[in-house]
């Protein structure tokens, strides 16, 4: 039985399991959720993922992992080659620490469901951008010398780690928020080297099968 | 050198690392950051961890860890005994699902930098409160099934794990925003369980240096 990536083209979680199915040269089919008309609050995928947030990976021998870090961290224990993590410990948590300030401090603060929730408060198109520009330039300051410092190439050494798994899709969102990328060098230099290469340009929303026109 | 961990005795990032380390039988020193007085801004702090966000733990030998999900995990690596993920690979993927609800899901959307945005935005505090407890209630009706059905005593299996390093601060702080845990009795029997265990009880709130009586 394949791989089953329950996904959504602009979505930056699924976009991140993406890449990384790529990296390791497994393939999947891919099952759209369109989150614009709230397909995954219905019970087929609710049923799947009780929080009803994307992604959700059926591994096709009776399991479904969601969280997209946890799906990462699995992929790289079945499937060690290419490694995702380093091999030092220390460089192990400063990977994961890069991973995180993406999946915890950025990300979460801009998903549909919290720009819906600030639209109820009363916060007009101006404030959610503001709002979020606000924890995507906060979490790339603190990526920027982290990349600097470890990366050669890709966020940390000169091959692809989970890394830069989650900050491909950032940067990504970024853009779409119009957030100027001027102060953060070292990152677009990681984003121009992964741009090029197949496993991040195929994983691309654009080239994703329920890709709308923009 | 020991290990120093930077924290403050209310918050929960650093709280679930403090269970980690009494899990793991790691003596440690404690370096309180005082968040209400912006200590975290501080020259001093800003240099350990660009991302001036609690914990940051100092290994003593001259690496400085950051994000608590990291520590943690690496935490595991270097001390294997007892583990914080089960042996299983799916379990694992499970395991870590359930810390990441709660470290990306919940509690990213509820710490101090969210409430005071709120506050500049005109939120007031009972709009805040019921910000915060929508987060949490939304992530732990996630939650709940999963507990129930993988949790024998704690929050998954018979032995402490990575999640409930995350599920017990995330219940303090439901606690503190008077959340109403009575549709979560699995969540409820795991924070029982672990208010007898030592462990998690030494690193309570209440217990730490930095202490203010409420």
Not at 62 to 68: E, I, K, R, W, Y
Not at 76 to 85: F, R, S
């Amino acid at each position: 039985m394949p791989l089953i990536l329950h996904s959504y083209w602009r979505a930056t979680a699924p976009y991140r399991v993406r890449i990384g199915l790529n990296l390791k040269g497994l393939p999947y089919e891919y099952a759209p959720v369109n989150l614009l008309k709230a397909e995954q609050n219905d019970e087929a995928y609710a049923d799947l993922n009780r929080q009803e947030l994307l992604p959700a990976l059926d591994t096709g021998d009776g399991h479904v992992l969601t969280q997209s870090l946890a799906i990462l961290e699995w992929m790289d224990e079945v499937h060690p080659e290419p490694p995702l993590l380093p091999k030092d410990r220390y460089d192990r948590a400063t990977v994961r620490a890069m991973a995180a300030i993406v999946a915890c401090d950025i990300h979460p603060l801009n998903n549909l469901r919290i720009q819906k929730q600030l639209s109820a408060l009363g916060v007009d198109d101006a404030g959610r951008t503001l709002w979020t520009q606000r924890w995507i330039n906060d979490g790339f300051r603190a990526l920027e010398p982290m990349v600097a410092r470890h990366g050669r190439g890709f966020a940390f050494g000169d091959t692809p780690t989970l890394a830069d798994c989650l900050l491909i899709p950032q940067v990504y969102s970024a853009e779409r928020y119009a957030v100027d990328l001027a102060p953060y060098p070292a990152i677009r230099a990681v984003a121009d080297t992964c741009a090029g290469h197949p496993a991040f340009a195929d994983a691309h929303p654009d080239k994703q099968p329920d890709a709308q026109p923009s």
